[in-house]
């Protein structure tokens, strides 16, 4: 008889550690816990999603006949640990193995490795293949040359799974479509409505645990409207091709205030907890150009963000882990402010990005990455800070993939591993990408001044800090020649702003204490 052991974000019925399962001997172990002051405080909407998707799994699972032994957060036996957990489920079934899928975090595959010796018996860590590249092999083909960048990895993800081919040559004869991909939204533009899924008795039970034992957490649920099951994921993906897909390229890199959805997938919640594979969402997009629903640019798009950057972070995650999160190129020490908690901040751009984020766990790329990223990186904010707030707060937070993002891509805290310039803008490009600055108080166009947008004074003060590092990056040559152009005069002004305005910024009291920690 084996235990096979799944986690909170292992919910596919074809994940590795239910190959084989024997439903007249095995059983499944699912456990809900809550540990104390361990872990980031999860936004509501992202506890209920996990906790009502692990219930939802564990019946579909039961309906097939399959034991299901599921420990709930409010068993009063329950030891709020998911190692202390396994031993107790271990005492129950005496099982002569205990069967698992390599997990998403470095920190629980440590325990994971552990498991053998601490409960003397064999332990099968099985690798999770709904990923297209494991660690070992993304090491192989990302040491030598050109391969170590997104790009030419995504090539090569394309060429393994044939999406978007023509032979040996891409669909269209371009690999990337991206430079079509930069539009504005033309003014007061409004975005198809999206399918959300309205509570069932389930979520609705989960919602009111969450409510009662972690009211403190950040977040609203008066909006939650994930899919929880396999069923609604497909219906969520669907309603993505049907209305979203077409326009996805166009205004993929546009923020409008009051619109936070667009014409994003919405699906990173549903793919990053198993209720779908991320080959599947990738041809069923291919399939809509293939049959002349949609474009190519938003097609390649897509897909270059589910098979390139998506397994390349996770690359990335595995391959450099657990160094890679104590790397700080940039020396960033400063804690994160509180308006990243509350959203009480004169600069609109973030406000608005808080509040979405607050209401519905969600915040599409370009305003994680260039409106609180951008931020973080110029006001220096220490990584740790950054990746806290980030993992704690989004739906689709998983350490795998919101590490490198946050840790590499906003904070450059690796030193360039995974972007070869930091992601550093000024108030010009949240102006073209937005319609948030026409509504702002501050002074998008000022670089100094009483009124002058922070993001400006920052990101100039940030080019001076850096100049040894950055200056000679030919990537970045444009603005070090604006500010060898710059007079004395205004970059002292520059660096006297930044400097008050970093030193007035408001710091939570104490960081509230940790309350939970998820088995994923
Ligand atoms: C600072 C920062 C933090 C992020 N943290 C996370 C995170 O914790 N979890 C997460 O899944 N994504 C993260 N991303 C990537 C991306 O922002 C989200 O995947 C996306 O916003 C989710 O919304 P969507 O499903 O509507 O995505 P879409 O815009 O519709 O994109 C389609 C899919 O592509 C994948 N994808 C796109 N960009 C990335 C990327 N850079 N890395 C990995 N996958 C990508 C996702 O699976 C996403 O669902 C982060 C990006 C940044 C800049
Ligand atoms: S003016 Fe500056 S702070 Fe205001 S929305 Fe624009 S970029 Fe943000």
């Not at 990053?272 to 291919?286: D, K, S, Y």
């Not at 509040?355 to 990455?369: D, M, P, S």
Request: proline share 5%; with cysteine.
């Amino acid at each position: 008889m084996r235990l096979v052991f799944i986690l909170g974000d292992q919910l596919t019925r074809g994940i590795s550690s239910l190959d084989g399962i024997d439903p007249a001997r095995d059983v499944v172990l699912m456990v809900e816990v809550a540990a104390e002051a361990t872990y980031v405080r999860h936004h509501k909407q992202k506890l209920v999603l996990i906790l009502s998707a692990m219930r939802h799994f564990a019946e579909e699972l039961r309906a097939e006949g399959i034991r299901v032994d599921y420990v709930r957060l409010d068993a009063p036996e329950n030891r709020q640990d998911f190692c202390a957990e396994l031993a107790r489920a271990v005492a129950r079934h005496l099982p002569e193995a205990v069967v698992v899928t390599h997990p998403g975090e470095w920190r629980v595959l440590q325990l994971m490795q552990g498991w053998s010796e601490a409960l003397g018996l064999p332990v099968e860590i099985r690798d999770d293949d709904r990923f297209l590249c494991q660690p070992a092999e993304f090491a192989r083909l990302t040491t030598a040359g050109k391969t170590g960048r997104m790009e030419y990895f995504y090539r090569e993800m394309r060429r393994r799974t044939g999406l978007l081919m023509e032979g040996a040559k891409p669909v269209g004869g371009k690999w990337n479509y991206d430079a079509e991909n930069r539009k504005a939204l033309p003014r007061g533009h409004r975005a198809p409505k999206r399918k959300r899924f309205a509570p069932d008795a389930v979520t609705a039970e989960v919602m009111t645990l969450v409510e009662t034992r972690f009211a403190d957490h950040f977040g609203t649920l008066d909006q939650f409207g994930w899919p929880v099951t396999r069923t609604e994921a497909l219906l969520a993906l669907d309603d993505f091709l049907r209305v979203a897909l077409p326009s996805f390229g166009d205004w993929q890199d546009a923020m409008q205030a009051g619109e936070d959805f667009l014409y994003h997938s919405l699906i990173a919640p549903a793919l990053n907890i198993g209720l779908l594979t991320a080959l599947e969402v990738a041809a069923a997009a291919e399939r809509e150009y293939l049959e002349g629903r949609a474009p190519l640019n938003a097609v390649e798009g897509f897909i270059r963000q589910v098979i390139g950057w998506r397994e390349f972070v996770r690359g990335i995650y595995w391959t450099e882990m657990p160094g890679y999160a104590q790397t700080n190129a940039l020396n960033a020490t400063r804690p994160l402010p509180s308006f990243y908690w509350t959203g009480d901040t004169r600069m609109r751009c973030i406000a608005e990005v808080v509040r979405g984020t607050r209401e519905n766990a969600y915040a599409h790329h370009i305003q994680r990455l260039m409106v609180t990223g951008n931020f973080a990186l110029l006001a220096g904010i220490a990584p740790a800070e950054i990746e806290a707030w980030y993992l704690a707060v989004y739906a689709d937070a998983f350490e795998w993939v919101e590490l490198p993002n946050v840790h590499g891509m906003v904070a450059h805290a690796d030193g360039g591993r995974l972007g070869s310039k930091p992601y550093a803008a000024a108030a010009a490009y949240i102006g073209r990408m937005s319609d948030y600055c026409r509504g702002c108080g501050y002074d998008a166009k000022a670089r100094t001044g009483r009124n002058a947008c922070p993001m400006n004074f920052l990101y100039w003060n940030f080019l001076i800090t850096h100049q040894a590092r950055f200056g000679k990056n030919p990537r970045m040559a444009l603005p070090y020649k604006a500010l060898a152009a710059m007079g004395k005069g205004e970059r002292a002004a520059i660096t006297a702003e930044a400097e008050a305005f970093l030193a007035k910024m408001k710091t939570p009291e104490a960081e509230p204490p940790a309350q939970i920690s998820m088995p994923w």
